[in-house]
C-alpha cells in the first residue's frame, strides 16, 4: 500500500481521509522538520504532506533518486520547498490554492484595524489595569474609513482583502500587479512605488520567494508617509525586518501589523517592545474549517497522483 507521512499532526477528519487511501505515519512533534528527517522521508514514503518550515531545499533533494514521488504541500505557499530540484529529481510538488483566500484576508483586515485604531495596545492598558477611564483624547487611531488601501499583491487573496476595503469601509483602492485585473470595483494599478507612496495601509500579499525578498526594503519604507501603517499577511522575508525596526522606532511610518515574521517563529525583541506594532502568530488561516478545507484539499493532490499519475494542483 502507498506510504504518506503526514509532517505535522493534522485535523482529525484529514486524517481520516489521508487513511482511508493510504498507509499514513503522522509525525507528532509540531516543530519543524530537521534535514536528516527530510531525507528519510524522501527514502521511507511514497508521498510526503508537508507544511510552512519544512524546508526541502536542492540540498536536501540532491542529485539521486528516491522513493518520494510528490510532496503534497498544507498550504498555498510553498516557496519552503525547491519544486525545480524536486522537479529533476521526479518529485511532483502540489499546493491548495483558493482554500485560505477569505481567512487570510479577514486576519488582513483584523490586522489593518488593529494597527490604525491601536487596539492592542489598548488591551495590553486593559489588561494590565491601567486604563483610568475614557477621555476624549486616550488612544487616538487612525479612522479607517474612507482612506486608501493599498494592495501590493492582487492575486485571490489581495483581491478579496481589496473587496473588503471598498466595500466594508469606502476606501480607494490602488494596486501593483503584473497586469490590470478585472475587479467588480474602482482599483487603481500603479507601480510600488507609487502605491506606498499614495496608500494610507498598505497591505502585503504577494507570494515569498527570490522575487520578493525584502521588496519591502529601507528604501521602501521611506517612499510611505509618516501617517502610514504597513500590514503582511504572506511571507515575513518579504519585509527587511531590520529596516522595519529602524523606520517605526524613527517615526518614518505609523505603525504595523504582523502575521508573518523573516525568522519565524523568532520575532525580534524590538518589535516585541514597541507598542505600534500589532503581531499575531501566523494564524492567517487558524480556523478549523479552512484547515481541513487545506488539509482535505492536500489529500486530494496524493489521491489523485497516485490514480491518475497527474495532481490537480502541481506547481512545477
Request: glycine residues 10%; hydrophobic residues 45%; negative net charge.
Given at each position: 500500500?502507498?506510504?504518506i ?5 493534522l ?7 489521508a ?7 503522522t509525525?507528532?512533534s509540531?516543530a519543524?522538520?530537521?534535514p ?10 511514497d508521498?510526503?504532506?508537508a ?9 536536501i533533494?540532491g ?19 525547491d519544486?525545480?530540484?524536486a522537479?529533476?529529481c521526479g518529485?511532483?510538488v ?56 493599498g ?9 478579496a ?6 466595500y466594508?469601509?469606502?476606501m ?9 485585473k ?21 497591505i502585503l ?7 520578493t525578498?525584502?521588496m519591502i ?26 529596516a522595519l525596526?529602524?523606520?517605526l ?5 505609523a ?10 517563529p ?7 517592545a ?18 481541513e ?9 496524493l ?6 499519475g497527474a ?6
Open positions: 500500500m502507498t506510504r507521512l503526514l509532517t505535522r499532526p485535523p482529525a477528519r484529514v486524517i481520516a481521509a487513511e482511508a487511501a493510504f498507509e499514513v505515519e509525525r507528532e509540531t519543524v522538520m530537521k536528516a528527517e527530510m531525507r528519510a522521508a524522501l527514502a521511507l514514503y508521498g510526503v504532506l507544511t510552512l518550515g519544512d524546508d526541502f531545499s536542492a540540498e533533494f542529485t539521486g533518486a528516491h522513493r518520494c514521488k510528490i510532496i503534497s504541500n498544507f498550504g498555498v505557499g510553498y516557496n519552503h520547498i519544486a525545480a530540484a522537479r529533476a518529485i511532483t502540489t499546493n491548495t490554492p483558493g482554500a485560505v483566500t477569505d481567512a487570510t484576508a479577514d486576519i488582513g483586515v483584523t490586522l489593518m484595524l488593529m494597527s490604525a485604531r491601536r487596539a492592542g495596545e489598548g488591551e495590553r492598558i486593559v489588561r494590565a489595569g491601567k486604563w483610568d477611564g475614557w477621555h476624549p483624547t486616550q488612544l487616538l487611531g487612525t479612522h479607517v474609513s474612507g482612506k486608501t488601501a494592495i501590493i499583491g492582487m492575486g485571490r487573496i489581495g483581491t482583502i481589496a473587496r473588503r476595503c471598498h466594508g469601509f469606502g480607494d483602492v490602488l494596486y501593483t500587479a503584473r497586469s490590470d478585472d475587479v467588480p470595483f474602482p482599483a487603481t494599478r500603479l507601480p510600488l512605488d507609487e502605491v506606498l507612496a499614495r496608500a494610507d495601509i498598505s500579499c504577494v507570494p515569498g520567494g527570490a522575487d525578498r525584502h526594503d529601507a528604501a521602501a519604507l521611506a517612499m510611505m508617509p509618516p501617517h502610514a501603517h504597513l500590514i503582511n499577511v504572506a511571507r515575513g522575508d518579504i519585509i527587511d525586518e531590520a525596526i529602524t523606520a522606532q524613527n517615526g518614518q511610518i505603525g504595523a501589523g504582523l502575521d508573518v515574521y523573516e525568522h519565524e523568532k520575532v525580534p525583541a524590538a518589535l516585541i514597541m507598542e505600534n506594532v500589532t503581531l499575531l502568530p501566523h494564524m492567517g488561516t487558524g480556523t478549523l474549517e479552512v484547515r478545507r487545506i488539509g482535505m484539499l492536500a489529500t486530494e493532490n489521491r489523485a497522483f497516485f490514480e491518475t495532481a490537480p494542483h502541481a506547481v512545477n
